[in-house]
């Protein structure tokens, strides 16, 4: 049996816990553990929380050992949960595979034989180490978004406004998506400049309220207020992904780049060296794919070129030749379908912990309270 597991540190949220629950329901008999200090807001099928803060560190593993059996192989999707699964599979010999779902590559790394990845970034990353991943990106489970999309309701959030071109920015308002969101009111202002209107809705979890009034005093400044959208209500932002067909342009990073995509909606992707995103066309797909859409991704293009090709799009109306090409890429490198057959030959060759590497699961420790003082203090 495969068992699934992830750490949650803070609201439980997040594209790896959609990309687990995609994952974990191509195989029927699987179970998902959830170790950490909130239940996820992803809803899953046979999970089990395991809380930090009711039972502690000694407390939780003693409960993940209790549910492991011998047999069962441990997927990982974070290096937090793999710190103690990892530490089972020494006494019960089950076979690790750990998945690092996105973020720059790291200077420390736990040491594991079967390691699959979500970018070419990472995999490179891996390979200069000398160690061994797999490269899958299919996480994306079309049927799920689908149902999610025909089962909204239009409350009129988002058509009561009348815009040339509305835009769509799914991201927690926070400091870690604060320069997402910049680069979506940069982008609205520098085509109202050109006269274009278009209007941003601001779809996520509200992590800080400095972040956000910032952000408005800025749409205020540039006097875009009656154009730039929040919405932070639980309501809106539970599974925001429904709301994407509902626009013309997505402006995402990581998964919500490549659901939009799914969904065939015009995307828009922030890079490092640009205040606007990009559009993601045959151009830019190869060097966005390659840092897995994250806002690190560099373009090659200028910002006044960058600005030329979405100002273009105002004006077209047939956009059936980005939807082909939104939807081969899809089929090719984001469907989910076509990932058990990749993971079943890493489960395949998975191995066991040993004590060989008890070093290592020292660090691992260390390492995840370093993280867990950083982001809880």
Request: one cysteine or more.
């Amino acid at each position: 049996m495969l068992t699934f597991l992830a750490f949650t540190m803070d609201q439980g949220i997040g594209g790896h816990y959609y990309s687990l629950k995609a994952l974990s329901e191509q195989y029927v008999d699987s179970k998902v553990v959830i170790i950490g200090h909130t239940k996820p807001r992803v809803k899953y099928d046979n999970l089990t929380f395991i809380s930090i803060r009711d039972n502690g560190y000694c407390g939780a593993f003693s409960l993940l050992y209790k549910i492991i059996n011998v047999n069962d192989t441990l997927h990982c999707f974070d290096e937090h949960s793999f710190s103690f699964a990892r530490v089972v599979s020494i006494f019960k010999n089950n076979p690790l595979v750990l998945t690092k779902c996105g973020g720059k590559p790291l200077r420390y790394y736990p040491r594991c034989y079967s390691i699959s990845v979500f970018s070419k970034e990472d995999q490179e990353h891996f390979h200069n180490k000398n160690v061994s991943s797999y490269l899958i990106p299919n996480r994306i489970n079309r049927n799920e978004i689908m149902a999610l999309v025909n089962e909204r309701t239009k409350d009129n959030l988002f058509f009561e406004r009348s815009f040339e071109r509305r835009a769509i920015c799914i991201a927690r308002v926070g400091r870690k998506y604060r320069k997402k969101i910049l680069s979506a009111i940069n982008l609205s202002y520098k085509l109202k400049k050109l006269g274009h209107d278009l209007s941003v809705d601001v779809v996520g979890v509200l992590e800080d309220g400095h972040v956000l009034s910032e952000l408005k005093d800025l749409c205020n400044y540039l006097s875009i207020q009656d154009r730039i959208f929040f919405h932070t209500d639980k309501k809106v932002t539970t599974d925001a992904v429904r709301w994407l067909p509902d626009f013309d342009f997505s402006i995402g990073t990581g998964r919500g780049a490549m659901e939009a995509m799914c969904l065939g909606v015009l995307t828009l992707a922030p890079v490092s060296n640009l205040d606007i995103p990009i559009f993601v066309d045959d151009n830019t797909f190869g060097s966005l794919f390659e840092k897995n859409f994250s806002e690190r991704s560099v373009s090659t293009l200028s910002e006044s070129e960058a600005l030329t090709k979405i100002s273009n799009l105002f004006t077209k109306s047939d956009f059936n030749r980005e939807r082909f090409f939104y939807q081969n890429i899809f089929n090719e490198y984001f469907d989910i379908l076509s990932a058990p057959k990749k993971y079943d030959e890493i489960y395949s060759k998975a191995q066991r912990q040993s004590f060989s590497g008890i070093v290592d699961v020292f660090c691992n420790f260390i390492y995840l309270k370093y993280i867990e003082r950083q982001k809880l203090k």
